[in-house]
Nanobody, 124 residues
Framework: QVPLVESGGGLVQAGGSLRLSCAAS????????MGWYRQAPGNQRELVAT???????NYTGSVKCRFTISSDNDKDTLYLQMNNLKPGDTGVYYC??????????????????WGQGIQVTVST
């Protein structure tokens, strides 16, 4: 039902690294924007990084120079390399894709899909 599945989260010490992956269970017709968002307990979901189909990349200021977003378009897979992790990075990370997917009628429709989220915990 949900075409996005995140993996690669876990528990790391401050200063460590993790690489998150987001794999599409269904191949998209085309993707407009892919991104990573995160939500800490009691906080609103915030943007971490986005990657548009034209190659434009944006990061939130708190992760710039530490995180890198990338994709393998042939595999419809999105990555987030997280280096020098800090306790403030702790939260549930969500993959998001805005693009065209085939519906049950055989025609593609613009869809805004979210993964179920994956926990990232950074200890001191």
């Amino acid at each position: 039902q949900v075409p996005l599945v995140e993996s690669g989260g876990g528990l790391v010490q401050a200063g460590g690294s993790l690489r998150l992956s987001c794999a599409a269970s269904r191949v998209s017709v085309s993707i407009n924007t892919m991104g990573w968002y995160r939500q800490a307990p009691g906080n609103q979901r915030e943007l971490v990084a986005t990657l548009r189909s034209d190659g434009e990349i944006n990061y939130t200021g708190s992760v710039k120079c530490r995180f890198t977003i990338s994709s393998d378009n042939d595999k419809d897979t999105l990555y987030l390399q997280m280096n020098n992790l800090k306790p403030g990075d702790t939260g549930v990370y969500y993959c998001n894709c805005l693009g065209y997917y085939y519906g049950p009628d055989g025609y593609s429709k613009l869809s805004d899909y979210w993964g179920q989220g994956i926990q990232v915990t950074v200890s001191t």
